[in-house]
């Protein structure tokens, strides 16, 4: 289970797509499988779990695209 260090990491990195390197939009990548995964495995019935991690889904794709469409007008 994450821990409060974790839930910081990941609140900071959202909030700076401008500031993140290849790496790290290689981790948001990885992260959006996983819970993509995650929420495929989740049972049907778990109405918060499954909105839970459809909303981190959803915050990670728009994190990486605004990261993309930085990079696109970069100079």
Avoid: C, F, K, Y
């Amino acid at each position: 289970m994450p821990d409060a260090v974790d839930h910081d990491w990941l609140r900071e990195l959202l909030a700076q797509p401008d500031r993140w390197t290849e790496d790290d939009a290689s981790s948001v990548r990885l992260m959006i499988a996983n819970q993509r995964d995650t929420l495929a495995a989740m049972h049907p019935q778990d109405a918060r779990g499954r909105r839970s991690a459809q909303e981190l889904v959803e915050r990670l794709e728009s994190a990486l695209e605004a990261h993309l469409a930085l990079r696109r007008h970069a100079p």
